[in-house]
Nanobody, 124 residues
Framework: QVRLVESGGGLVQTGGSLRLSCVASGNIFSIIAMGWYRRAPGKQRELVARFTGGGSTNYAGSVEGRFTISADNAKNTVYLEMNTLEPEDTAVYYC??????????????????WGQGTQVTVSS
């Protein structure tokens, strides 16, 4: 089973920066897409930034120019550098990944998993 563990959340003032990390572990054969979503209080979970097939990236319009997603493929890790944070960025940030994992039998199984989330709070 693939496990995603996030870290790096916390409390920061408006205009500050944070860096989130997410490590994927398990018998991973390949990762097709990996990235970050968030859920603000009273709102639905939304895409923040992600890598898709071929290494291309998608960003939410509200974070473009302020947030940067990067990856260390050898470590199955993605990062989210968040700059110029605003109170509207306050949310639980979730890591998501999908791809293929190798089973004990040697066959491949698709996975589509979420991390437990990390809280980001931006004070005004």
């Amino acid at each position: 089973q693939v496990r995603l563990v996030e870290s790096g959340g916390g409390l920061v003032q408006t205009g500050g920066s944070l860096r989130l990390s997410c490590v994927a572990s398990g018998n991973i054969f390949s990762i097709i897409a990996m990235g970050w979503y968030r859920r603000a209080p009273g709102k639905q979970r939304e895409l923040v930034a992600r890598f898709t097939g071929g290494g291309s990236t998608n960003y939410a319009g509200s974070v473009e120019g302020r947030f940067t997603i990067s990856a260390d493929n050898a470590k199955n890790t993605v990062y989210l550098e968040m700059n110029t944070l605003e109170p509207e960025d306050t949310a639980v940030y979730y890591c998501h990944a999908e791809g293929w994992e190798r089973m004990i039998t040697g066959s491949l199984r698709a996975f589509n998993d979420w991390g437990q989330g990390t809280q980001v709070t931006v004070s005004s």
